[in-house]
C-alpha cells in the first residue's frame, strides 16, 4: 500500500506500510527523538495528537521546535517515537530528556489511552 497523506487542523498525518507519522511540516524530520511502547488503541491518530501536545508544552521555549510523532504497530503493541525538528543549536539531552519524562509520565499515559481507546 502507497504513501496516504492527509491534514488534521494544520498537522500533516502520513500512513505508510502501518506506520502513522504527525507533524508539522512534511517531510517530517526527527532531530530530536525518543521512544516508547503503548499498548495497541483503536485510535492511533489521537494518541499522536494527545503525545504531540504534550510535548509541545514541554518543549515550546526550545526555539524552532516543531514537534512529530511517529507510531508503528507491531507485536500487539505500538512503538512510538517522539520527538521532531529544530532549527538552529540545541541541547540534545536535555531536551531529550525532557521528552522522555513527557513518555514516562503514567498520568498522560492513561490519559493518552483513555482518550484513542
Known amino acids: 500500500m502507497g504513501d496516504r497523506k492527509g491534514t488534521s487542523r ?9 506506520t502513522l ?9 526527527f532531530d530530536l527523538g525518543v521512544g516508547t511502547v503503548l499498548p495497541q488503541v483503536a485510535r492511533p ?3 499522536a495528537h494527545q503525545v504531540r501536545q504534550d510535548l509541545w ?13 511517529r507510531i508503528t504497530p507491531q507485536d500487539g503493541q505500538l512503538h512510538l517515537l517522539a520527538g521532531g525538528e529544530v532549527a538552529g543549536a540545541v541541547p540534545r539531552a536535555q531536551a531529550e530528556a525532557r521528552i522522555a519524562a513527557v513518555l514516562e509520565d503514567g498520568a498522560r499515559r492513561a490519559r493518552w489511552l483513555r482518550w484513542a481507546a
Open 10 to 18: 494544520g498537522w500533516h498525518i502520513t500512513r505508510a506500510e502501518g
Open 21 to 29: 507519522t504527525l507533524s508539522r511540516r512534511l517531510p517530517a524530520r
Open 45 to 47: 491518530e489521537r494518541l
Open 57 to 69: 508544552r514541554a518543549l515550546r521555549d526550545l526555539r524552532g521546535f516543531a514537534p512529530c510523532v
